[in-house]
Structure formats: structure tokens, C-alpha cells
């Protein structure tokens, strides 16, 4: 069983930046398409962005797109979210994920904490 560990949330001012990262266990790490999820308080949880096994395809939620981006690095089995100009909206626990060879999602982390004040 896959364990990820996200790292890097914290409180942020709004038009700030954070990194999120997220390192897989395990030597399978780059045949896996990985991506990000978030919940915010009272909301169901919802995509945010994912990258294919290769990097070289990415995809973003609307609400998102043009200011977070998604990258990994294979050699080093992490996945990480930059964040730029940070909304109070974006205001979530995130949680890095692993999908399936069926483009479901398999594997969560258990999530790391983003607060953006106005």
C-alpha cells in the first residue's frame, strides 16, 4: 500500500504563494498519474489538478486554472502544487492522491491544512 505525506500548508495572506508537496512511498511512483484534491470547511471535497505519469499532461479545476500549477519529480517520487495568488476561497485541507490504472483515484494522503486570510 502506497503512503503519501503531504508537507507545506500553512496560513497565508490573500495574493500570497505557498508549495504544496506530496512524497510517495514505494518504487512504482512514476507509473502513476497523481493529483490534488481539497475540502473546505462544509463543502464536499473536489478536484484541484492532476498530472500524468510522464508530467507532460496536466489538468486544473476552473476555479483554479492560470494560478496553481501542478508538476512532479519522478527521480525524487514527489508530486508537488504550486499556489500563486491565494483566495480566501482556496481555504481547504488539500490531499495528494495516486489514481488507479483506471483513472480512479486509489490511494489519499491524509492532507495538509491551507489558510488564506483577507
Known amino acids: 500500500q502506497v503512503q503519501l505525506v503531504e508537507s507545506g500548508g500553512g496560513l497565508v495572506q490573500a495574493g500570497g504563494s505557498l508549495r504544496l508537496s506530496c512524497l510517495a512511498s514505494?518504487?512504482?511512483?512514476?507509473?502513476?498519474?497523481m493529483g490534488w484534491f481539497r475540502q473546505a470547511p462544509g463543502k464536499e471535497r473536489e478536484f484541484v489538478a492532476s498530472?500524468?505519469?510522464?508530467?507532460?499532461?496536466?489538468y486544473y479545476a476552473g476555479s483554479v486554472k492560470g494560478r496553481f500549477t501542478i508538476s512532479r519529480d519522478n527521480a525524487k517520487a514527489t508530486v508537488y502544487l504550486q499556489m500563486n495568488s491565494l483566495k480566501p476561497e482556496d481555504t481547504a485541507v488539500y490531499y495528494c492522491?495516486?489514481?488507479?490504472?483506471?483513472?480512479?483515484?486509489?490511494?489519499w494522503g491524509q492532507g495538509t491544512q491551507v489558510t488564506v486570510s483577507s
Open positions: 514505494g518504487r512504482t511512483f512514476s507509473i502513476y498519474a
Open positions: 492522491v495516486r489514481y488507479s490504472s483506471s483513472s480512479t483515484v486509489g490511494s
Open positions: 498530472i500524468s505519469r510522464s508530467g507532460g499532461s496536466t
